[in-house]
Nanobody
Framework: QVQLVESGGGLVQAGGSLRLSCAAS????????MAWFRQAPGKEREFVAAINWSGGITNYADFVKGRFTISRDNAKNMVYLQMNSLKAEDTAVYYC???????????????????WGQGTQITVSS
């Protein structure tokens, strides 16, 4: 079983930056693809970014390309999401997810991720 705990959320002004962290425990973290998803009020959960087990392959939603960066530190069992140039429409609860299948691809499909954190709220004021 894999446990994921997100941190780093909060309130930020438009144009600002935040870094989300996701601490993983259990399982074999260094072999899992990891991802960030988000869900805004009244909307479905959507893919934000994903990274493969080594960090060598990343995948981003079009609406965050050039603004967000996903990274990982396998030695610390951590995944990060650096968010720059934040917009009001980035306001959402952000979730960390682990694929759970060793050496899998960093897919955009939420169904591929077996483990989820509780989420952290990001509010961007305009």
């Amino acid at each position: 079983q894999v446990q994921l705990v997100e941190s780093g959320g909060g309130l930020v002004q438009a144009g600002g930056s935040l870094r989300l962290s996701c601490a993983a425990s259990g399982g074999i973290f260094r072999t899992y693809a990891m991802a960030w998803f988000r869900q805004a009020p009244g909307k479905e959960r959507e893919f934000v970014a994903a990274i493969n087990w080594s960090g060598g392959i990343t995948n981003y939603a079009d609406f965050v390309k050039g603004r967000f960066t996903i990274s990982r530190d396998n030695a610390k069992n951590m995944v990060y999401l650096q968010m720059n140039s934040l917009k009001a429409e980035d306001t959402a609860v952000y979730y960390c997810a682990a694929n759970g299948a060793p050496y899998s691809n960093p897919t955009t499909n939420a169904r591929a991720y077996a483990y989820w954190g509780q989420g952290t709220q990001i509010t961007v004021s305009s």
